[in-house]
């Protein structure tokens, strides 16, 4: 075996052994689907004046269905469980985020500060992502960074604005492009290029 063939079978072993640790059904269904979900929020929130808290909590448990559901299928389709040790990995490593999420939420509804809850919100559901960004393909760290930084900039320097304006930019516009460039990428030819095969 010459040096050629030693570097191929290597990155052969390489890329063998990273599907049995990383975390790959994601599904471009779930994304589209948690930023339709939020995009209806924010109708409820601005024509019908439902309660903030109880607006975002629904949208919360809807989206988590959905993705249950969407990432299930996917799971099926590929001929996987759905609840395997990898899946626990990336459950694990969001849970902290998730945590302080509800912690955080219960804290400044009590102290009468909800204005801050979507920046707040951005922050932690960044950090979760970029938890779970170890453990699963690169486009969640760049979902990560992206919450991260929109969250950053609403709570330091936005002005103030509705939470419905504030979601729909965010959990609503982002999670429709994180889930369309999932779809596109898997689904077209365009998923073979180096960007989209090394993103996704």
Not at 100 to 127: D, H, K, N, S, Y
Not at 162 to 179: K, P, R, V
Request: net charge positive; glycine share 12%.
């Amino acid at each position: 075996m010459n040096g050629k063939e030693a570097e191929q079978t290597l990155s052969v072993i390489r890329t063998l052994m990273e599907r049995s640790t990383r975390y790959t059904n994601l599904s471009g269904n779930a994304g589209i689907a948690a930023g339709m979900l939020t995009l209806l929020g924010c109708v409820l929130r601005e024509w019908y004046g439902l309660p903030l808290l109880s607006t975002w909590l629904g949208v919360l448990i809807a989206a988590c269905g959905s993705t249950i559901y969407f990432t299930s299928e996917m799971a099926r389709a590929n001929g996987e469980p759905f609840w395997t040790r990898q899946t626990r990995t990336v459950v694990t490593a969001l849970m902290p985020a998730f945590a302080a999420g509800l912690i955080l939420t219960v804290t400044l509804a009590r102290i009468g500060q909800e204005a801050m809850l979507p920046g707040v919100w951005m922050v932690l559901w960044g950090v979760g992502a970029l938890a779970m960004g170890f453990f699963t393909p690169r486009v969640m760290s760049v979902l990560g960074g992206v919450f991260l930084a929109a969250g950053s900039y609403t709570l330091l320097f936005a002005p103030p604005a509705s939470d419905a304006l504030q979601m729909g930019l965010t959990f609503g516009a982002i999670h429709l492009a994180y889930g369309a460039l999932l779809t596109v990428a898997r689904h077209s030819a365009w998923g073979t290029t180096p960007i989209f095969r090394n993103l996704c």
